[in-house]
């Protein structure tokens, strides 16, 4: 068992950075993100998109940072505000847009929308609807993890509301028994829907104490920095990779799970439908003079890792992708009435039931269909 | 006749696909150390070890949940509820994640996880504990749900649900687990090959399929359809009811999903006549949708109306007399059949 939280297990700044060609790529993720969302929403009021949909925008840097931090089969999973975990996983955005669309073309062909990005060879185990949900999901990755004796940790990110789920303090404290390895990220932007975290959540301006609860180790990011969450994520995930536990009948090693607070900000609505009497635009515009992207431009051009035209060709790139995310998903067939009933079981099970086809995954190197 | 229990039924079918297959694994609560709640897992833990033996903490949101993920990574896990009554509190994990998963994900995870666990009333337990949850369950698509009522049953059953792609809901009984131990009237007359599992090498390919139910006693005059527990209450009815000249016909779906609604309605075209049991309340319950299926297919063959035998309408009481009424028992099920063949 780790110690509860001490002051020395709080982040402080390192300056392991990654070298200049990830911080770039993780720059034009962000765009990537960014721009993408903005599409997303122009669709959304257009009425290309249904549904309820949860823009990321401002958080950028919680989820590129994160994966960059991570190896590729590092299980994630998140919850329903999980554009931006996918398009940082690697999913192609034309892949998200068209899900988004409901066409056949989308992740899960359509099936899952918004709130349920799923991408089994980019290791993303979903965006999950009911707050909370996904929580007891991640432990389950990790239990496997640690079952299968892989070297891996998984990280499971949810909101701030999800804090107050009962499915939150049973993975918690399951993860904590059995020394799993996982990163349970919260991603603290503020409010729970319309309620400020302080109006939720007991001990909200002390949030470690609930990582000491069960006895685990507890972090802290700027999740509006993505560097600091980088830094964060690459020293708590690398204690926590491969983690096992005596009572599994395993040798007991690793450090088990750490709880993150990447303290962050969304510059939208909790959704495409909220009208924001909740918060003053004041202080978003307080909290958009630390935005993610303008903070890692800065860095590079300070530190002449970029030039500034290099960073409008990345902006023009992220623009183009979304525009192209958008074409593509415009012009994608829609999900035929012929696969209503597959995907309900594995196996041919009576009618009405059949196995469709998955369709074919596009990939960077065959998005040109 | 082999005298296998019902818990050892089930316990065999957990240990053979163990020995088969690394991925699977058992989690629930004193599953390992204590050797089960209901010794059902006893002995496990000595063969597997406390790595696929897991004991859990009373934590079902937490387990069951885990469970799914476990199986969305591709291993094979065998959730054990103490009882199903203790599920609800996991329900958005067991009805919400693990049976949409394929569908939500557009067939990339699925969820091959069992739940299993005792179902029904056990004896004096009170209305908590007392949960027959088939008829909630039954309505969710992408779950599976066994109700197997015979050790052979509950063992070939388990089997084909551990080897399922699928989310399985395998609904024991408290009141079944000693069956076949202590003599019980194990109404081999009936059902001389379907009683226990085959006890030969070739035990490990044992297997019953889902979606395929079983006669437990062939009859000519009415049709008898329960599943779970209640078919011994069914054949109970039935032996009495032959005293009477009344030739039951007592039809076991064993799976309420799939439903094996042909057999059903085919000894319904033969006998004319139809009694649903089923252990859940009546509205909206599985007896109730067998019932309704029945009309859509054999309306012209039925000589009366289907008579439902359910759990009265009512929390279980704990008294102990109250609570053997309200079961749908032995008398209530001959009554059944007395009015709907005209015998009353």
């Known amino acids: 068992m780790t110690p509860a939280t001490t002051e020395d297990t709080v982040t402080t700044q390192t300056s392991n950075n990654p070298p200049k060609d990830k911080l770039v790529d993780m720059l034009y993720q962000m765009m990537l993100i960014r721009r993408f969302e903005e599409r997303t929403m122009q669709a959304y009021q257009q009425a290309k998109i249904g549904g309820f949909c949860h823009i990321y925008i401002g958080q950028e840097a919680t989820a590129v940072g994160a994966v960059a931090a991570l190896v590729h089969d590092d299980p994630i999973i998140t919850a329903y505000r999980d554009h931006g975990h996918a398009l940082a996983r690697g999913m192609h955005p034309n892949y998200c847009m068209a899900e988004m669309y409901g066409k056949v073309t989308g992740c899960a062909k359509g099936k899952g929308g918004s709130m349920h990005m799923f991408d089994k060879a980019n290791h993303m185990y979903g965006g999950h609807a009911i707050v909370g949900g996904q929580c007891p999901l991640g432990v389950g990755l990790a239990f496997a993890i640690q079952y299968e004796k892989k070297n891996n940790v998984a990280v499971c990110f949810f909101g701030d509301g999800a804090i107050n789920q009962g499915a939150f303090h049973e993975a918690m404290n399951l993860a904590a028994i059995w020394n799993l390895p996982i990163l349970f990220v919260v991603e603290n932007n503020g409010y729970s829907m319309g309620t400020a975290i302080s109006r939720g959540t007991a001990a909200a301006d002390n949030l470690g104490a609930k990582a000491a609860a069960y006895g685990m180790r507890y972090a802290e990011c700027d999740g509006m920095d993505v560097l600091d969450t980088y830094n964060v994520f690459k020293r708590e995930g690398d204690l926590s990779r491969g983690s096992t536990s005596d009572q599994l009948g395993l040798e007991q090693k690793g450090g088990g799970p750490c709880f993150i607070n990447a303290r962050t900000y969304r510059y939208q609505g909790h959704s495409m439908s909220d009208p924001q009497k909740y918060r003053s635009k004041d202080e978003v515009n307080d909290k958009k003079d630390k935005d993610c992207i303008n903070t890692l431009v800065g860095h590079l051009i300070d530190n002449k890792l970029a030039t500034q035209q290099q960073i409008d060709e990345l902006d023009k790139k992220a623009k183009q992708a979304s525009r192209d995310a958008i074409d593509y998903a415009e012009k994608s067939p829609d999900l035929p009435m012929s696969e209503m009933f597959t995907d309900v079981y594995a196996e041919p099970y009576g009618p009405p039931y059949v196995k469709g086809g998955m369709p074919k995954m596009i990939t960077d190197n065959n998005s040109g269909e | ?344």
């Open chain 2, 1 to 344: 006749m082999q005298t296998i229990q019902y818990r050892e039924a089930i316990r065999e079918a957990m240990e053979e696909e163990m020995r088969l297959d690394d991925r699977v694994f058992l989690m629930g609560e004193e599953v390992a150390q204590y050797n089960g709640a209901y010794k059902v897992s006893q002995g496990m833990l000595d063969e597997f070890g406390p790595r696929r033996i897991v004991d859990s903490p009373i934590s079902e949101t937490g387990f069951s949940g885990l469970g799914i993920g476990a199986a969305m990574y591709g291993l094979r896990p065998i959730i054990e509820f103490m009882s199903w009554s203790f599920c609800l509190v996991a329900a958005d994990q067991i009805i919400n994640n693990a049976p949409k998963m394929l569908y939500m994900s557009g067939g990339q995870f699925g969820c091959p996880a069992v739940f299993r666990g005792n179902n029904g009333a056990g004896g004096q337990l009170g209305s908590t504990h007392s949960w027959c949850v088939e008829s909630m369950f039954a309505s969710v698509p992408g779950l599976k749900l066994a109700v197997p009522s015979t050790p052979r049953d509950a063992k070939g059953l388990l089997k084909t649900a551990i080897r399922d792609a699928d989310p399985v809901f395998n609904l024991e009984s408290e009141r079944m687990l000693g069956l076949g131990a202590r003599g019980d009237k194990d109404f081999s007359r009936y059902i001389k090959d379907t009683w226990a599992p085959p006890t030969t090498k070739q035990d490990e390919d044992f297997t019953i399929p889902f979606g395929v139910a079983d006669i437990k006693k062939p009859g000519a005059d009415v049709t008898i359809v329960a599943a779970g527990r209640p078919v011994h209450f069914a054949l109970d009815a039935a032996e009495e009811l032959e005293k009477e000249g009344i030739d039951c016909e007592v039809i076991d779906p064993r799976t309420y999903r799939p439903l094996d609604i042909d057999t059903i309605v085919k000894s319904v075209r033969k006998t004319n006549y139809c009694v649903v049991v089923d252990q859940s309340w009546p509205f909206a319950s599985v007896g109730s949708e067998i019932a309704a299926q029945v009309y859509e297919h054999a309306m012209d063959d039925l000589d009366n109306k289907v008579i439902r035998v359910n759990n009265d309408d009512i929390p279980a009481p704990y008294n102990r007399t109250l609570e053997q009424e309200m079961l749908p028992n032995t008398k209530k099920i001959i009554d059944a059949v007395r009015a709907v063949t005209y015998s009353a």
